[in-house]
């Protein structure tokens, strides 16, 4: 349905508020009072909230008026649940994000200016790539998000782990765009359109020939398996999350990684697919000028799963063997894909929903004991059980959370994604990926082990508290509740996710007719 | 009482976060807390004894509530013949080992969190009767093991607790696998939805899709063996066992023995043979003889151990042998053996690790061979291990010998001409667990003191009335269902009658 200009706004309120908070942060830090110290966080933290709220209110909007989608800018640009959801994803990210980064002290010793300006900026890019239907704004959207996130990763200026991994980074980033780019030239080349339905309608029509997908699939897969770190285009992710600030890396593993699989979802299954009956998108959808991308990506899958899973095996710093269990989470989330049904796809929304609460608190976690006087290895955590209970308990959550054990919301999650390949007569792939967590236990377990089964004090007297003080504290809070409370009643949250794919899915094809 | 089973679960659990929000150095209040949270259940279990209905196969004290609507999850609990008599175990054998761990020198508050919390998990295991709801208490339990293992336990507990860990939870995924394709392929006829509920799911006529096929059947039931028999532990998947015991405080080893191995048993009375009950006829074979050399395995090992709770832990791996036996002649006299060697094993092997605790927290070692003498220093203790060591040698007039002979008689009677030559093979598990157990006796408390190892031991002191207040109800039992044993009979016959009709109906 198409609106007018002043409509088209209306439904834009979040990225609104957002830019405009963006510019007053700038404002304030170039011209406001000089002893501003924490007051550009606060801003930020509030226009994110703002933001936050803005994305709930048209979620319901959205709801009440029956409309399950609506077309911006020319189709360029779709309001719908799923593109709701991703905001929203992002938009608590981004929350928490800005409110870790208030008390570490060496992003306020960089300029905090210069960080909430470059978080708010990665975060409207996230925002655009849940909601482009066009090749073009889907390239503009992903740099938006990809070059404040170069300067993230290096902004510990003098710090050489920190600009190693600003370097790695773009490096690889710039190669897997420039594919990607390559990629989009040879669609728009095969549809003579940018549209995705216009793509859609192309591919439909059967003119391509293999060949021509196969080639553009695999440099579409490079850029796109570079934001969520799929292998084999892997290998940035442990430099990069180990030297980049902890907020940055936990910024990285989250909302950057949830817009990659929500551009990934939107092209593949707009351009690629489509649904079995016409009209219901959230059931089965059939693979269009099948060159096995499915099992491609189902190798995938696999591939990154295990090489997450077997590589953290040996890290003794915390922060890399999170960096290897996101590379195993992508693995366990492009299961959800590989299925081709709106059952998998609302098991990836579900998962994604409950991943970022634990993966943010693990990071979290990490950033509480740093501030507060420990270090980053396993070995720094021995004892922390003791030390600091409450956040050692956290942590212990969050980890086992991440190996998918009950009753915690990773499980539920990783529950949604076999089940929906199961389901889908993939048996073999969900054996695969239920063995690979089960392993994944191991490397999870070490860092528990290290903080309740070493530096056990032998007298009350030896401990020596680690506190981590009210703010990390309750931050902490806010991410454990989550994970619990979705791992014992997950129904809102499932209720969200399959209304989310349900009632729109990404864009299908339609008859031409209907383009005016 | 509507909510029976309800609370005996979750009033552990109450406790559990009770004793959390407490004040540091509270240390005899939170033993307070703990004995009562786990009295509670103990003193439920007496309505349930009472209200339980000995006539019915059917579920009793049913509770039933949506869960999760949209993935028709309920929250589904009751007993029948199978499960009453294990919650009835879990009950006692807590509640004791509350007591056994009342010494327990650091972290008190965490401890007794933690095994609240793993009572919970233990009896929602057996009152489950939705296989999700089954599955995610399997696997709570998991958790406080890996920590009480982990940190209170032996020299070697890091990489006991993770062995466990790992070894149970690769059998578990597997099992979730097999959760999924049922759910997928089972149509409640009732509702039309999919469904976890356990009596709809061994429903064969609600069966469609890959279910049909015979392939897939045989890798769901061996999926579900195997995920059942880690825990068992059943040869060759047995190795953790010795590892976990051996490390883990002795009232942890208690519940290991007593409760834990039990779940693999009653797992594949339960889930396995019911939903697949042609494949139970197909691997019955299979399982007799996996429990012959569990029997005989088992104990060629105990009799190999210097170390008394390895010797210990290594007589479960051969008692849980019998049930494994009895379970694959798939006659009533054998499953009934089977529950009633479950229910034997769970008492005595509790009063052996309680024994080998005592002795343990006197002279810091458990080396047979460094002992000697010791009837003359201790004899009410040795009494008591006298007891227990008969109890398990399987001396007519104690529980353990029922259970057996059970298992034999049941054996024999199977239509399965296997059987018969497995049983006379399986005696030979009588013979080796007379003798490892008068071997240790002999060598541990009779004879001549130790004259190398004398002087760590001047201070042994007797038993004290703590320990002996775990022992008496437990050895009182024994006692009892080794001279009569109709009681405990009753519960279980009806229940076991109609699993065994049940599966007889679906020849392989």
Redesign the interface.
């Given at each position: 349905m198409q609106l007018g200009v002043v409509e088209n706004l209306s439904y834009l309120t979040p990225e609104i508020i957002l830019t405009v908070t963006l510019g007053a942060v700038i404002v304030l830090d170039l011209g406001g009072p000089k002893d501003k110290k924490g007051l550009v966080a606060r801003l930020a933290a509030t226009g994110l909230g703002a933001t936050l709220l803005m994305v709930i209110l048209t979620y319901f909007e959205l709801e009440s008026k029956q409309r399950s989608r609506v077309f911006l800018f020319a189709d360029s640009f779709v309001v719908d649940p799923f593109s709701m959801y991703f905001k929203l994803v992002a938009g608590v990210c981004a929350f928490m994000i800005a409110m870790f980064a208030a008390k570490v002290r060496r992003i306020e010793a960089h300029g905090e200016g210069e960080f909430y300006p470059l978080l708010l900026v990665t975060t409207l890019g996230i925002f655009l790539m849940a909601g482009v239907t066009d090749l073009v704004g889907m390239v503009v959207a992903i740099e938006t998000l990809s070059i404040p996130s170069y300067i993230l990763a290096g902004f510990y200026k003098r710090d050489r782990g920190s600009s190693e991994a600003s370097l790695k980074y773009v490096l690889y980033g710039a190669t897997a765009s420039g594919s990607m780019l390559f990629g989009l030239s040879f669609l728009y080349g095969l549809a003579g359109t940018t549209s995705f339905q216009g793509i859609a309608t192309a591919m439909g029509s059967g003119r391509a020939d293999i060949l021509s997908i196969s080639l553009m699939l695999g440099l579409v897969l490079i850029g796109v398996g570079f934001k969520i770190s799929a292998a084999p285009f892997h290998m940035w992710t442990p430099d990069v999350y180990e030297g980049s600030p902890t907020v940055v890396t936990a910024f990285l593993s989250t909302a950057s990684k949830a817009g990659g699989f929500a551009i990934l979802i939107r092209l593949f299954y707009s351009i690629l697919a489509r649904p079995e009956v016409a009209g219901q998108p959230a059931g089965q959808w059939i693979p269009i000028g099948d060159p096995g991308w499915t099992s491609m990506v189902a190798v995938i899958a696999v591939v990154t799963m295990t090489i997450g899973n077997l590589a953290a095996y040996k890290q003794t710093n915390v922060k890399r063997l999170l960096a290897y269990s996101s590379i195993a989470h992508a693995g366990y989330l492009l299961l959800g894909f590989v299925v081709m049904h709106g059952s998998g796809l609302m098991a990836m929304l579900f998962y994604i929903g409950t991943y970022v609460f634990m993966n943010l608190g693990a990071f979290l976690c990490v950033i509480a004991v740093s501030e507060n006087g420990g270090g980053e290895e396993i070995s720094d955590y021995r004892g922390l059980g003791w030390r600091s209970p409450f956040l050692a308990m956290c942590m212990a959550a969050f980890l086992?959370s991440l190996t998918g054990?009950?009753?915690l919301a990773g499980?539920v999650g990783k529950?949604y994604l076999?089940?929906a390949l199961?389901?889908h007569?993939w048996?073999w792939l969900?054996?695969v990926a239920?063995?690979n967590?089960?392993?994944s236990?191991?490397y999870y377990?070490r860092v528990v082990?290290a903080m309740?089964?070493?530096g056990?004090p032998r007298r009350?007297g030896d401990v020596v508290p680690l506190r981590i003080g009210s703010h990390f504290g309750i931050m902490l809070f806010l991410c454990l509740l989550p994970t619990v409370i979705f791992g014992i009643?997950?129904?809102p949250l499932?209720?969200l996710a399959?209304w989310s794919v349900g009632a729109s899915a990404p864009v299908e094809a339609r008859p031409a007719a209907a383009h005016k | 009482m509507n909510h029976l089973l309800s609370l005996m679960t979750f009033v552990p659990l109450l406790g559990a976060l009770i004793i959390l929000c407490l004040p540091?150095?509270k240390d005899e209040l939170v033993k307070c807390i703990a004995a009562c949270a786990a009295g509670v259940p103990l003193f439920l279990s007496f309505f349930l004894w009472k209200g339980f209905d000995r006539t019915t196969a059917s579920l009793q004290f049913v509770e039933k509530a949506d869960?999760?609507?949209?993935?028709n999850i309920q929250y589904s609990m009751g007993v029948d013949g199978i499960s009453v008599i294990m919650v009835l175990l879990t009950a006692l054998i807590s509640f004791i080992c509350i007591f056994a761990s009342w010494e327990i020198g650091?972290?008190v508050k965490g401890y007794f969190a933690l095994f609240l919390l793993l009572e919970t998990g233990m009896m929602g295991v057996f009152c489950a009767m939705d296989f999700f709801l089954f599955?995610?208490f399997w696997?709570?339990m998991?958790?406080p093991m890996?920590?009480l293992i982990?940190?209170w336990g032996g020299p070697r507990?890091?990489y006991a607790?993770?062995k466990f860990?790992?070894y149970t939870?690769?059998g578990s995924?597997?099992m979730?696998?097999v959760m999924?394709?049922f759910?997928?392929n089972v149509t409640d006829p009732a509702t039309g939805k999919h469904t976890f509920d356990l009596l709809v799911l061994r429903n064969q006529d609600a069966r469609s899709g890959?279910l049909m096929l015979e392939g897939v059947r045989d890798l769901c039931f061996l999926a579900l063996f195997v995920g059942f028999a880690i825990k068992v532990p059943v040869f060759p998947f047995h190795t953790w066992l010795p590892d976990a015991h051996v490390e883990a405080p002795t009232a942890i080893s208690v519940i290991l023995a007593g409760i834990l191995l039990k779940m693999g048993t009653y797992g594949l009375f339960r889930i396995a043979f019911p939903l697949l009950p042609d494949m139970a006829n197909k691997y019955a074979t299979f399982i007799g003889v996996l429990g012959v050399i569990n029997i005989v395995y088992g104990a060629l090992c105990a009799m190999a151990q210097d170390d008394l709770k390895k010797m210990v832990a290594y007589s479960s791996v051969s008692h849980m042998g019998y049930c494994l036996l009895g379970m694959g002649a798939m006659t009533t006299a054998g499953f009934n053996g089977a529950m009633m060697q479950m229910f034997g094993h769970g008492l005595v092997t509790s009063m052996l690790f309680l024994c080998v605790g005592v002795i343990y927290e006197r002279v810091h070692h458990r080396w047979i061979s460094r002992f000697g003498g010791l009837a003359t220093m201790v004899p009410v203790y040795t009494g008591f291990v006298t007891f227990a060591f008969f109890a398990s040698l399987g001396l007519p007039g104690l529980v353990g010998f029922i259970g057996e002979a059970m298992c034999f008689i049941g054996g024999w009677q199977s239509v399965n001409p296997v059987f018969q030559k497995l049983t006379i093979f399986a005696t030979l598990g009588i013979l080796l667990g007379a003798a490892f157990h008068l071997w240790a006796l002999q060598r541990m408390f009779l004879g001549e003191k130790n004259k190398i190892y004398t002087e760590q031991y001047h201070h042994v002191t007797e038993i004290n009335g703590r320990e002996i207040f775990c022992l008496i109800p437990l050895a009182i039992l024994v006692l009892a269902a080794g001279c009569y044993p109709q009681p405990v009979f009753d519960l279980m016959n009806v229940s076991m009658s109609e699993l065994q009709s049940f599966i007889a109906h679906y020849p392989k």
């Amino acid at each position: 349905m198409q609106l007018g200009v002043v409509e088209n706004l209306s439904y834009l309120t979040p990225e609104i508020i957002l830019t405009v908070t963006l510019g007053a942060v700038i404002v304030l830090d170039l011209g406001g009072p000089k002893d501003k110290k924490g007051l550009v966080a606060r801003l930020a933290a509030t226009g994110l909230g703002a933001t936050l709220l803005m994305v709930i209110l048209t979620y319901f909007e959205l709801e009440s008026k029956q409309r399950s989608r609506v077309f911006l800018f020319a189709d360029s640009f779709v309001v719908d649940p799923f593109s709701m959801y991703f905001k929203l994803v992002a938009g608590v990210c981004a929350f928490m994000i800005a409110m870790f980064a208030a008390k570490v002290r060496r992003i306020e010793a960089h300029g905090e200016g210069e960080f909430y300006p470059l978080l708010l900026v990665t975060t409207l890019g996230i925002f655009l790539m849940a909601g482009v239907t066009d090749l073009v704004g889907m390239v503009v959207a992903i740099e938006t998000l990809s070059i404040p996130s170069y300067i993230l990763a290096g902004f510990y200026k003098r710090d050489r782990g920190s600009s190693e991994a600003s370097l790695k980074y773009v490096l690889y980033g710039a190669t897997a765009s420039g594919s990607m780019l390559f990629g989009l030239s040879f669609l728009y080349g095969l549809a003579g359109t940018t549209s995705f339905q216009g793509i859609a309608t192309a591919m439909g029509s059967g003119r391509a020939d293999i060949l021509s997908i196969s080639l553009m699939l695999g440099l579409v897969l490079i850029g796109v398996g570079f934001k969520i770190s799929a292998a084999p285009f892997h290998m940035w992710t442990p430099d990069v999350y180990e030297g980049s600030p902890t907020v940055v890396t936990a910024f990285l593993s989250t909302a950057s990684k949830a817009g990659g699989f929500a551009i990934l979802i939107r092209l593949f299954y707009s351009i690629l697919a489509r649904p079995e009956v016409a009209g219901q998108p959230a059931g089965q959808w059939i693979p269009i000028g099948d060159p096995g991308w499915t099992s491609m990506v189902a190798v995938i899958a696999v591939v990154t799963m295990t090489i997450g899973n077997l590589a953290a095996y040996k890290q003794t710093n915390v922060k890399r063997l999170l960096a290897y269990s996101s590379i195993a989470h992508a693995g366990y989330l492009l299961l959800g894909f590989v299925v081709m049904h709106g059952s998998g796809l609302m098991a990836m929304l579900f998962y994604i929903g409950t991943y970022v609460f634990m993966n943010l608190g693990a990071f979290l976690c990490v950033i509480a004991v740093s501030e507060n006087g420990g270090g980053e290895e396993i070995s720094d955590y021995r004892g922390l059980g003791w030390r600091s209970p409450f956040l050692a308990m956290c942590m212990a959550a969050f980890l086992f959370s991440l190996t998918g054990l009950p009753p915690l919301a990773g499980f539920v999650g990783k529950v949604y994604l076999f089940a929906a390949l199961v389901e889908h007569g993939w048996v073999w792939l969900a054996v695969v990926a239920a063995l690979n967590s089960a392993v994944s236990l191991y490397y999870y377990v070490r860092v528990v082990k290290a903080m309740y089964l070493e530096g056990i004090p032998r007298r009350e007297g030896d401990v020596v508290p680690l506190r981590i003080g009210s703010h990390f504290g309750i931050m902490l809070f806010l991410c454990l509740l989550p994970t619990v409370i979705f791992g014992i009643y997950w129904e809102p949250l499932a209720k969200l996710a399959t209304w989310s794919v349900g009632a729109s899915a990404p864009v299908e094809a339609r008859p031409a007719a209907a383009h005016k | 009482m509507n909510h029976l089973l309800s609370l005996m679960t979750f009033v552990p659990l109450l406790g559990a976060l009770i004793i959390l929000c407490l004040p540091k150095g509270k240390d005899e209040l939170v033993k307070c807390i703990a004995a009562c949270a786990a009295g509670v259940p103990l003193f439920l279990s007496f309505f349930l004894w009472k209200g339980f209905d000995r006539t019915t196969a059917s579920l009793q004290f049913v509770e039933k509530a949506d869960w999760i609507p949209m993935f028709n999850i309920q929250y589904s609990m009751g007993v029948d013949g199978i499960s009453v008599i294990m919650v009835l175990l879990t009950a006692l054998i807590s509640f004791i080992c509350i007591f056994a761990s009342w010494e327990i020198g650091k972290g008190v508050k965490g401890y007794f969190a933690l095994f609240l919390l793993l009572e919970t998990g233990m009896m929602g295991v057996f009152c489950a009767m939705d296989f999700f709801l089954f599955y995610v208490f399997w696997e709570v339990m998991l958790l406080p093991m890996y920590f009480l293992i982990g940190i209170w336990g032996g020299p070697r507990k890091e990489y006991a607790a993770i062995k466990f860990f790992m070894y149970t939870l690769v059998g578990s995924v597997l099992m979730l696998v097999v959760m999924l394709v049922f759910y997928f392929n089972v149509t409640d006829p009732a509702t039309g939805k999919h469904t976890f509920d356990l009596l709809v799911l061994r429903n064969q006529d609600a069966r469609s899709g890959s279910l049909m096929l015979e392939g897939v059947r045989d890798l769901c039931f061996l999926a579900l063996f195997v995920g059942f028999a880690i825990k068992v532990p059943v040869f060759p998947f047995h190795t953790w066992l010795p590892d976990a015991h051996v490390e883990a405080p002795t009232a942890i080893s208690v519940i290991l023995a007593g409760i834990l191995l039990k779940m693999g048993t009653y797992g594949l009375f339960r889930i396995a043979f019911p939903l697949l009950p042609d494949m139970a006829n197909k691997y019955a074979t299979f399982i007799g003889v996996l429990g012959v050399i569990n029997i005989v395995y088992g104990a060629l090992c105990a009799m190999a151990q210097d170390d008394l709770k390895k010797m210990v832990a290594y007589s479960s791996v051969s008692h849980m042998g019998y049930c494994l036996l009895g379970m694959g002649a798939m006659t009533t006299a054998g499953f009934n053996g089977a529950m009633m060697q479950m229910f034997g094993h769970g008492l005595v092997t509790s009063m052996l690790f309680l024994c080998v605790g005592v002795i343990y927290e006197r002279v810091h070692h458990r080396w047979i061979s460094r002992f000697g003498g010791l009837a003359t220093m201790v004899p009410v203790y040795t009494g008591f291990v006298t007891f227990a060591f008969f109890a398990s040698l399987g001396l007519p007039g104690l529980v353990g010998f029922i259970g057996e002979a059970m298992c034999f008689i049941g054996g024999w009677q199977s239509v399965n001409p296997v059987f018969q030559k497995l049983t006379i093979f399986a005696t030979l598990g009588i013979l080796l667990g007379a003798a490892f157990h008068l071997w240790a006796l002999q060598r541990m408390f009779l004879g001549e003191k130790n004259k190398i190892y004398t002087e760590q031991y001047h201070h042994v002191t007797e038993i004290n009335g703590r320990e002996i207040f775990c022992l008496i109800p437990l050895a009182i039992l024994v006692l009892a269902a080794g001279c009569y044993p109709q009681p405990v009979f009753d519960l279980m016959n009806v229940s076991m009658s109609e699993l065994q009709s049940f599966i007889a109906h679906y020849p392989k």
